[in-house]
């Protein structure tokens, strides 16, 4: 994991963004592809992981349960895992140190919950403030003990149920996270376990489960609900799986590129999975000129090439039913919304809150420190851009220990009058290495 030593780091952009770049790993894929091949009979390989921190913490957590994860040497972007079989982990000898990894955490206790095995989830200062309880709640269904700290934070120890209990659960929040979690502990759950989603969130779970040969259906209600059902005992196949480029950290490289005068950029290889693409659409109807190009499906998963001119965009009410599909990226949106021409309204943003960050208050205070004129709602924000014009900057970002407020404000310096400093870029590393590099080599200058 990062260490305690802050990594401070100002940005500006003299010129124009040019140039062809990739970005790293999907990380939902990255951390679903080690799991489901750490469960699977025979070796996995996977090729484009995601080498950050949060994705590292996840494999470090199943090799302690058993599985044999490697990275091959001289290819970067090779790793072979040998499974154990659903049901086949073992006991670890010590503490999983989650990092700062909500994901690695909350899937991970899914996927533990139907063994009998006993595991202390453990985290930095960030992960640890962070509540579990939307995932203890379901979990305790099928029978695991949990013992959170209080408020239902890390540290945590799960004890696990096999056999567990299968379960009907109605998720109260949209989360992908939570969903996961009960299809993962129904994966060695006898019979059928079910996840009844009102609002639709990215279904890298479902698509990959059935990819290594789980039993699992997804039906709609009369009420246009998604029910996920899966069998458990289920026996998953070794599979080759080609990670594509993150939508989510793409967002960083396109929103700069929009807003800085002159930019035309085109990032490769990008998963546009329909329940992750959103923050797209929303900056093409705010006037965005983003094309995509190469349109192809790899293992299952739509990817393009994104082309992106500078455009003078229009504030617009975000769409409530797009949260769930680009939750992640409204920090870099609220950039955006900060140079548009006119009022953004983004509401429905309550889980926002609980994020590596409060996101809502840290960008509400960072933007006006900055120059933006930025309202605080409950639920999320009224941003009142300044039509193209620079902001002013010049501020230091507290980013919180939040890798993507720390690359919206990184963003944001490249369209200040003043560069913007980021008073920590280190958590970055949990879901972007190298993204100083990137944006230096689009035409940003990084000090």
């Given amino acids: 994991m990062h260490g305690p030593s802050p990594r401070p780091a100002s940005f500006s952009a003299p010129g124009p963004l040019r140039g062809s770049t990739g970005v790293p790993g999907d990380k939902s894929i990255s951390h679903r592809s080690l799991m489901l091949s750490a469960l699977a009979v025979g070796e996995s390989r996977v090729e484009g992981l995601l080498t950050g921190e949060d994705v590292l913490a996840t494999a470090a957590a199943l090799r302690a349960m058993g599985a044999d994860i490697v990275r091959e040497s001289g290819a970067d972007d090779v790793w072979r895992i040998h499974g154990v079989g659903v049901g086949g982990l073992l006991q670890p000898e010590a503490a999983l140190d989650m990092g700062n990894s909500g994901t690695s955490t909350r899937l991970l206790m899914g996927l533990i919950a139907s063994h009998a095995i006993t595991a202390t989830f453990i985290g930095d200062a960030s992960l640890s403030k962070r509540p579990m309880n939307r995932v203890i709640e379901p979990l305790s269904l099928m029978g695991a003990e949990v013992t959170p700290s209080p408020g239902g934070r890390l540290p945590l120890m799960l004890r696990g149920l096999c056999p567990a209990v299968p379960i009907e659960y109605r998720l ?61 005992e289920a026996e998953l196949k070794p599979q080759h799986i080609v990670v594509p480029g993150d939508p989510s950290s793409a967002a960083f490289p396109v929103v700069a590129a929009l807003l800085v005068p002159g930019s035309e950029i085109t990032v490769t290889n ?178």
């Avoid at 996961?180 to 006898?190: E, K």
């Avoid at 994104?306 to 609220?334: C, N, Q």
């Avoid at 720390?406 to 963003?411: L, N, Q, Y």
Wanted: charged fraction near 25%; avoid cysteine.
């Fill in 270 to 447: 990008v998963g546009l999975n329909p329940t992750r693409a959103a923050l797209f659409d929303v900056l093409r109807t705010m006037g965005g000129d983003i094309s995509f190009i190469n349109t192809r499906e790899v293992g299952g998963e739509p990817v393009a090439d994104i082309v992106v001119r500078h455009s003078v965009l229009k504030g617009i009410e975000t769409p409530v039913e797009t949260v769930a599909s680009m939750v992640d990226e409204y920090p870099v949106l609220f950039v955006a919304a900060a140079l548009a021409e006119g009022r953004t309204v983004a509401r429905g943003l309550e889980e926002l809150r609980v994020k590596e960050s409060d996101r809502i208050a840290v960008m509400a205070e960072g933007l006006r420190a900055i120059g933006a004129r930025v309202e605080e709602l409950e639920d999320g924000l009224i941003i009142d851009g300044t039509g193209g014009d620079r902001l002013a900057g010049g501020a230091t970002i507290a980013a919180r220990l939040d890798h993507r407020i720390a690359m919206s404000f990184a963003v944001a310096g490249l369209v200040s009058k003043a560069a913007v400093t980021i008073d920590d870029m280190g958590p970055v590393a949990t879901s972007f290495p190298g993204f100083d590099a990137l944006m230096t080599g689009l035409g940003a200058t990084v000090a």
């Fill in 172 to 232: 109260p929040v949209a989360s992908a996270q939570v969903k996961s979690a009960v299809l993962l502990a129904g994966l060695n759950t006898p019979g059928i376990t079910r996840v009844i989603e009102p609002i639709a969130t990215r279904d890298h779970s479902e698509r990959m489960l059935r990819g290594f040969g789980a039993e699992l259906t997804v039906e709609q209600d009369a009420d246009g609900a998604r029910i996920i059902s899966i069998r458990g």
